[in-house]
């Protein structure tokens, strides 16, 4: 079984970058797909960001195109999502996500097995 922990969060600026990171311990996260939810209160996980086992298959939520970057680094068991231009409504806690299944919908929440206790992002106006 794979652990996670996320970091990196932190109360930015509208317009600002940030970079969360997640390191994963327990087994090789080569092994697995990793993803980035996240959640705002009140409301349901919202998919961020996935990335494959060798990185040749990525997808963006349609709300981050082009400002969010998805990236992992399998011999440092760490993958990372850069943040730019981040928008207060990018405000959310942000969680790391693994799968081994050969066969999910890597844009749901439910297509994950192992999360982080997520960091917190907070981007104000």
């Known amino acids: 079984q794979v652990q996670l922990v996320e970091s990196g969060g932190g109360l930015v600026q509208a317009g600002d970058s940030l970079t969360l990171s997640c390191v994963a311990s327990g087994r090789p996260m080569s092994r697995y797909q990793m993803a980035w939810f996240r959640q705002a209160p009140e409301k349901e996980h919202e998919f961020v960001a996935a990335i494959s086992r060798n990185s040749d298959e990525i997808y963006y939520g349609d709300s981050v195109k082009g400002r969010f970057t998805i990236s992992r680094d399998n011999a440092k068991n760490t993958v990372y999502l850069q943040m730019n231009s981040l928008k207060p409504e990018d405000t959310a806690v942000y969680y790391c996500?693994?799968?081994?299944?050969?066969?999910?919908?890597?844009?749901?929440?439910?297509?994950?097995?192992?999360w982080g206790q997520g960091t917190q992002v907070t981007v104000s106006s």
């Open positions: 996500a693994a799968t081994d299944r050969k066969y999910s919908d890597y844009t749901k929440a439910s297509g994950f097995d192992y």
